[in-house]
């Protein structure tokens, strides 16, 4: 596996997540995932297929007046048509008036496509924050929604 060339290919990923993440648009994170794509995010169960996704990302990316993330790949490799990604990643947003910063870390699997394109097949984030601080940020979250619970 060339490790420069998979770098780069994941290099633009990320850039192309964070662009469409920053923007709010949901449409443009799913477009970097696979069809039969596995999103596991917290708070939710296994999202399954890219346009479910699509769907929880316009949902979750909705809640936030604007956002703002900073993501730190510590870890990196593969082999064929696999690869992986390991790091950190900081969030920052705005949820009506309140401000939130969430820290965490993720895992992410890409498979290369037939036509050599790199797409992201599996992905899985966690907070770094406290019990308490994540029942605090649920609890705003909650209020702008206008859920009971998430």
Do not use: C
């Not at 994941?10 to 443009?28: L, V």
């Not at 994170?29 to 297929?49: C, H, K, M, S």
């Not at 690869?83 to 910063?101: D, K, N």
Request: charged share 15%.
């Amino acid at each position: 596996m060339d490790m420069e060339a998979l770098n780069t290919a994941m290099s633009q990923i990320e850039a192309a997540w964070k662009t469409g993440y920053e923007a709010g648009d949901a449409a443009a994170v799913a477009g970097l995932y696979t069809e039969d794509a596995v999103y596991l995010a917290p708070y939710f169960g296994a999202t399954r297929g890219k346009a479910a996704l699509q769907a929880q990302l316009a949902e979750s990316m909705g809640m936030m007046s604007s956002r703002k993330i900073t993501i730190n790949r510590t870890d990196q490799g593969g082999s064929g048509d696999l690869s992986y990604g390991i790091g950190t990643y900081t969030v920052e947003m705005m949820m009506g008036t309140a401000s939130m910063t969430d820290n965490g870390k993720y895992l992410t699997l890409a498979r290369r496509g037939a036509d050599g394109t790199w797409k992201i097949y599996a992905h899985i984030w966690n907070t770094s924050l406290s019990q308490a601080e994540v029942a605090k940020m649920l609890t705003q979250m909650a209020q702008m929604s206008g859920a009971t619970k998430m």
